[in-house]
């Protein structure tokens, strides 16, 4: 037994080995320890844990028996031929060794097990994804955050099931690590992802676009820029619709397994050059857009089938309008309705450019009391609880979509849905997408999709109607 301490010890490389695999080892169990009584330290103590910590293990298993290997050589220098080692199980020595080796290779298998499985965790956790990565994922950390999606982890969606989206997920990963720790990634990142796992694969594990959803009331509160933010109410019926009998109906159509379109456009899927819609009958049928150059289209993508995402192309990091964002927070109480001009205000404050969250959040506030104060010196007295609550919610809006240090703007990311802040449906629905003979063209007619039952109203007819 002395001697085989001795082979772990007596060679400098051994020696720091042994140290670093049991200091490791100690370290590890000490931190899993603490997260089994319900400690959390945050992603970089999982890094550090089921990461770091494992690598540095294997590397002290390494470097033991190289360095033992070096100190025997260094011994037989000059001996003659070395050798090989007799295991002979007859010696009580020999027999304590081998069972001390394999009960330490059982437990350091196990513990590599544990670590590699826990690093798999860590690394798939929201947190990793959101935090690790500081400010290159921030803004999309923060829209998930408020998003419909905040409870699915973002490897349901970026990876799916299946082994092989793993592999690449973590192909690409790799790049993506050198590009943060080089500082090589592009401010704003560029959207969208042309390399996403189809929706098919991924959205439809939980969605079903083929199901017949019908027609959906929706009911749009927004407040007017006067002095008394006055309410108004825009009420549409969304015809959804979807697969019922052997047709499909609605905005769902577009995803019916006997069609299939797809299209051709630039980087960022915003102008569409071309689309061609295959029917039950398996004819083409092809629409050009306008005016559009043989450049244009050497520059265009390859052609892409549709699915969930070319519509629904913000799902879980949706950034809002200013306007949208007040309105919100002026809907849910958060902005005194009673507070004159106060949307006008909070839309002009937000929009302004500031280096950083914390400037903007001094701005908003400064630049809130300082209106009531000029304007309105009696509400500035009174009611400063008040302005300071409405600039904070304004803020809260602001940074949400607003993030300085990665460029990213109000409207940077635009959400393809509907056609009021981006152009969206109006992509190919244009009445301009006609077939080369223009006997055809993608309609534009607002029917299709929704029917208009109020617009901006104070008290619209309909919701009267229906909540007498």
């Not at 108004?232 to 905005?251: D, E, F, N, P, Y």
């Not at 809907?331 to 450019?353: C, M, N, Q, S, T």
Request: glycine share 8%; charged share 25%.
């Amino acid at each position: 037994m002395k001697g085989f301490i001795a082979a772990l010890t007596r060679h400098p490389l051994s020696l720091a080995g042994t140290v670093l695999t049991t200091c490791a080892a100690i370290v590890f169990l000490a931190l899993f320890a603490l997260e089994l009584v319900g400690m959390e330290g945050g992603p970089y103590v999982g890094i550090i844990a089921y990461l770091i910590l494992p690598a540095l293990f294997v590397l002290g298993l390494l470097l033991i028996p190289l360095g033992a290997r070096f100190e025997r050589r260094r011994r037989a220098a000059g001996a003659g031929e070395r050798a090989f080692p007799v295991i002979d199980l007859n010696r009580a020595e020999i027999r304590n060794r081998v069972v001390l080796v394999f009960v330490l290779t059982v437990i350091n298998g196990l513990l590599l097990a544990v670590a590699t499985y826990k690093g798999m965790e860590v690394m798939e956790s929201t947190s990793f994804c959101g935090e690790t990565c500081h400010s290159v994922m921030s803004p999309e950390y923060a829209a998930y955050q408020r998003g419909a999606h905040a409870s699915v982890a973002c490897v349901d969606c970026h990876i799916g099931p299946g082994a092989g989206w793993f592999v690449k997920s973590k192909l690409s990963g790799s790049w993506q690590v050198i590009s943060v720790n080089l500082n090589l990634y592009p401010r704003p990142i560029p959207t969208p992802v042309h390399n996403l796992r189809p929706a098919r694969e991924t959205c439809e594990q939980c969605h079903w676009p083929q199901k017949f959803v019908g027609d959906r009331l929706k009911v749009i509160t927004s407040y007017g820029d006067d002095e008394e933010v006055t309410e108004q109410k825009t009420v549409l019926l969304l015809r959804v619709g979807g697969l019922q009998g052997r047709a499909s109906h609605g905005i769902h159509w577009h995803v019916d397994p006997d069609h299939q379109i797809r299209y051709r456009a630039d980087e960022k899927r915003e102008t569409i050059y071309e689309v061609e819609m295959h029917g039950p009958d398996g004819e083409p049928v092809r629409f050009f857009a306008p005016g559009v150059e043989g450049d244009e289209l050497a520059a265009a993508s390859g052609w892409r089938t549709m699915d969930c995402v070319d519509c629904h192309n913000r799902p879980s990091h949706t950034f809002h309008t200013v306007e949208d964002e007040v309105d919100r927070e002026i809907l849910a109480g958060r902005i005194a309705r009673d507070l004159p001009f106060v949307r006008r205000e909070g839309v002009r404050l937000a929009r302004l450019d500031y280096p950083s969250h914390e400037a903007a959040r001094e701005g908003i506030l400064a630049g809130l009391r300082a209106f009531y104060s000029e304007e309105f010196p009696e509400i500035a007295a009174e009611r400063d609880g008040a302005i300071a609550e409405a600039a904070t919610a304004i803020w809260d809006g602001y940074r949400a979509n607003v993030h300085p240090a990665m460029n990213v703007t109000w409207g940077t990311y635009p959400n393809h849905i509907g056609h009021e802040a981006s152009p969206g449906c109006f992509r190919c629905h244009d009445d301009l997408h006609a077939t080369a003979d223009g006997s055809r063209v993608i309609s534009q007619d607002c029917d299709t999709c929704h029917s208009l039952l109020a617009m901006e109203e104070e008290d619209p007819e309909i919701l009267r109607t229906l909540n007498p």
